[in-house]
Nanobody
Framework: VQLQASGGGLVQAGGSLRLSCAAS????????WGWYRQAPGRQRELVAT??????KYADSVKGRFTISRDNAQNMVYLQMNSLKFEDTAVYFC???????????????WGQGTQVTVSS
């Protein structure tokens, strides 16, 4: 399974961006999607997840970011509003899925997309 993320770019503080991530390949079912980010010199951190149990957000993005999914298209989105300088990072999408019914749970990562917020 391959993930292709897109939608990053340069935006001024207070602006918005929408990230997209598409999964391709053999997927029986998707258990969960996640968006993570990694800023220079820092560890990768969880931004948001979406699954059958609902959505979860990092405290730093609550009320500003919204994760959503398109099950028919095997896609996930991250709407980012009121962006701050500290949101600058490479954003990665992640999918947790099954190749086949009853099979092992697997995970795949996208290549990352750069988000730069100018102050």
């Amino acid at each position: 399974v391959q993930l292709q993320a897109s939608g990053g770019g340069l935006v001024q503080a207070g602006g918005s961006l929408r990230l997209s991530c598409a999964a391709s390949g053999s997927i029986f079912s998707i258990r969960a999607w996640g968006w993570y980010r990694q800023a220079p010199g820092r560890q990768r951190e969880l931004v948001a997840t979406i699954s059958g149990d609902g959505t979860k957000y990092a405290d730093s993005v609550k009320g500003r970011f919204t994760i959503s999914r398109d099950n028919a298209q095997n896609m996930v989105y991250l709407q980012m509003n009121s962006l701050k300088f500290e949101d600058t990072a490479v954003y990665f999408c992640n999918v947790v899925f099954l190749f086949y019914s009853g099979g092992p749970i697997r995970s795949s990562w996208g290549q990352g997309t750069q988000v730069t917020v100018s102050s």
